[in-house]
């Protein structure tokens, strides 16, 4: 299957202001969500659910008024899951250049009508970069479980 990076460009307007005048993280965080579901949806064929946001990490914010770009690209999978890096860039409208301002790994699952798990396509990494994605996205998944063997006794 083609694995090429879902894009979304538009301009944050400002209904997505924070107090500071800059774009609230929440709405960064929406903008995620609906490139990893478009992303993962379009991998499954089916409709993706997430399942964990992991490690987002805003490097520098977002202005009002400056067009947003919002990459979304599977690096692993699993049975039924699906990691999909997530990379949020921004640019002044007189400026040509992009700079990254966001990045984050989202784990979607394909499921059902009922929402149980189907099996998605298997994503084979062939260029050197997407081999460091893949294992990327499996040291995550390691730290992942150190985390939530921490976290269960809090839960």
Known sequence: MDNKPITFQFISEPSDVNYGGNVHGGSVMKWIDQAGYACATTWSGNYSV????????????????????????????????????????????????????????????????????????????????????????????ELRTQIEDEMKPFL
């Not at 946001?53 to 990459?71: A, D, L, M, Q, S």
């Not at 002044?92 to 798990?117: M, R, S, W, Y």
């Open 50 to 141: 997430t399942v964990y946001v992991g490690g987002i990490r805003f490097y520098e914010p977002i202005k009002i008024g400056e067009i947003v770009k919002v990459e979304a690209q599977v690096i692993y999978t699993g049975s039924s899951s699906m990691h999909i890096s997530i990379n949020v860039f921004s640019r002044n409208l007189k400026q040509p250049q992009f700079d990254k301002k966001t990045h984050c790994i989202i784990v979607f699952v394909a499921v059902d009508e009922n929402g149980k798990k189907l099996p998605v396509p298997k994503w084979i990494p062939e260029t050197e970069e997407e081999k460091q994605q893949e294992q990327y996205a499996k040291r995550l998944m």
